[in-house]
């Protein structure tokens, strides 16, 4: 069986979808202790070491076959300003590879590393130049691929992953395409705590005339839809911008400005919308068999808008990564 060390690991939705296609994962890190408990709860404590990726040398990391990074993607965002490896989160993938080349001759024959599509362009391409030549200096041939969750669930979500491997060619398949049978009402929660009147109307006046002419189109359709829409910042005043089809945008955590994610529900006549739950969260990441009671609903949610999508990793293993 193919083993697994897992950086960045977070709550663990890289261990998911690896599990489901054989692969076992043996070592884990990540820093934030409200992911780590969440990590625990669904995976148990053995091999999780919470603490600083810098703070992790060669010799601390078991015989793998395989080490996935889904290092932070903060500064490759332009929530981030795009300071890319420069910045003091998304930087840390310099240390990931410091761990593999400390390993030496016990380095693992494969590498994952996952991303936001920000990642190709940060610094005018230079970024993502340094990790590859990095990884070619380790003795790695590479190969990268797009790959949207809209693919596997309503959610449009694109990441890229650079796929390493040591002795030939790296060659990838096509990506998988979005598919147009996926709604958000497949994954919505009946019921939920839908906005009072007010709450409501507040939001429909922060909408801009775009948007306003959307929403009053989707409000007088015969059938009832649900769409994804985002509360953004814009010149210091909260607005809203709702999707123009039925699909969740990228789940994002609210660290650095990021927008947080609402379900607008209307047809028929009528309008309602309100804040996106937990367990919808969960479906969208193709995570919502987990456990979550370990943190608040917010701190889980916060977990699951910074982690991979299950299905999209389960897909990566199975037709990108060498068989065990």
């Given at each position: 069986?193919?083993?697994?060390?897992?950086?960045?690991?977070?709550?663990?939705?890289?261990?998911?979808?690896?599990?489901?296609?054989?692969i076992?994962?043996?070592?884990?890190?990540d820093?934030?202790?409200?992911k780590?408990?969440?990590y625990?709860?669904?995976?148990?404590?053995?091999?999780?070491?919470?603490?600083?990726?810098?703070?992790?040398?060669?010799?601390?990391?078991?015989?793998?076959?395989?080490?996935?990074?889904?290092?932070?993607?903060?500064?490759l965002?332009?929530?981030?300003?795009?300071?890319?490896?420069?910045g003091?989160?998304?930087?840390?993938?310099?240390?990931?590879?410091?761990?593999?080349?400390?390993?030496?001759?016990?380095?693992?024959?494969?590498?994952?590393?996952?991303?936001?599509?920000?990642?190709?362009?940060?610094?005018g391409?230079?970024?993502?130049q340094?990790?590859?030549?990095?990884?070619?200096?380790?003795?790695?041939?590479?190969?990268?691929?797009?790959?949207?969750?809209?693919?596997?669930?309503?959610?449009?979500?694109?990441?890229?992953?650079?796929?390493?491997?040591?002795?030939?060619?790296?060659?990838?398949?096509?990506?998988?395409?979005?598919?147009?049978?996926?709604?958000?009402?497949?994954?919505?929660?009946?019921?939920?705590e839908?906005?009072?009147?007010?709450?409501?109307?507040?939001?429909?006046?922060?909408?801009?005339?775009?948007?306003?002419?959307?929403?009053?189109?989707?409000?007088?359709?015969?059938?009832?839809?649900?769409?994804?829409?985002?509360?953004?910042?814009?010149?210091?005043?909260?607005?809203?911008?709702?999707?123009?089809?039925?699909?969740?945008?990228?789940?994002?955590?609210?660290?650095?400005?990021?927008?947080?994610?609402?379900?607008?529900?209307?047809?028929?006549?009528?309008?309602a919308?309100?804040?996106?739950?937990?367990?919808?969260y969960?479906?969208?990441?193709?995570?919502g068999?987990?456990?979550?009671?370990?943190?608040?609903?917010?701190?889980?949610?916060?977990?699951?808008?910074?982690?991979?999508?299950v299905?999209?990793?389960?897909?990566?293993?199975?037709?990108?990564?060498?068989?065990?």
């Open positions: 069986m193919t083993r697994a060390a897992e950086f960045f690991a977070g709550m663990g939705l890289m261990r998911a979808g690896l599990e489901r296609s054989g076992q994962t043996v070592f884990a890190n820093i934030c202790p409200v780590a408990a969440l625990r709860d669904n995976w148990g404590g053995d091999g999780l070491h919470v603490g600083d990726v810098r703070g992790l040398h060669g010799d601390d990391i078991p015989d793998i076959e395989l080490a996935t990074a889904s290092f932070p993607c903060v500064d965002s332009l929530a981030g300003y795009r300071r890319g490896l420069d003091e989160q998304s930087g840390l993938v310099m240390d990931f590879l410091r761990i593999l080349d400390e390993m030496a001759g016990r380095a693992p024959g494969a590498v994952l590393i996952e991303n936001v599509p920000g990642f190709l362009t940060a610094n391409g230079e970024d993502w340094t990790v590859i030549s990095g990884l070619n200096a380790l003795g790695y041939a590479t190969g990268h691929i797009v790959v949207n969750a809209s693919a596997f669930v309503p959610q449009s979500r694109a990441r890229v992953f650079i796929v390493a491997r040591r002795g030939g060619r790296v060659e990838l398949p096509d990506a998988p395409a979005p598919r147009d049978d996926l709604r958000l009402a497949d994954i919505a929660e009946d019921g939920g839908w906005w009072p009147p007010s709450r409501l109307a507040a939001f429909l006046l922060s909408l801009s005339p775009l948007q306003e002419c959307r929403v009053t189109g989707y409000q007088g359709q015969e059938g009832t839809g649900f769409y994804g829409a985002f509360r953004r910042t814009r010149n210091g005043a909260a607005v809203w911008e709702v999707r123009a089809d039925e699909m969740a945008g990228a789940l994002r955590t609210t660290r650095g400005g990021s927008a947080k994610q609402a379900i607008v529900r209307a047809g028929g006549g009528s309008l919308a309100r804040w996106m739950s937990l367990p919808e969960a479906r969208l990441q193709g995570a068999d987990m456990r979550y009671g370990a943190v608040t609903p917010q701190q889980a949610m916060f977990a699951l808008g910074d982690a991979v999508c299905p999209v990793i389960e897909w990566i293993a199975e037709h990108c990564l060498p068989a065990s």
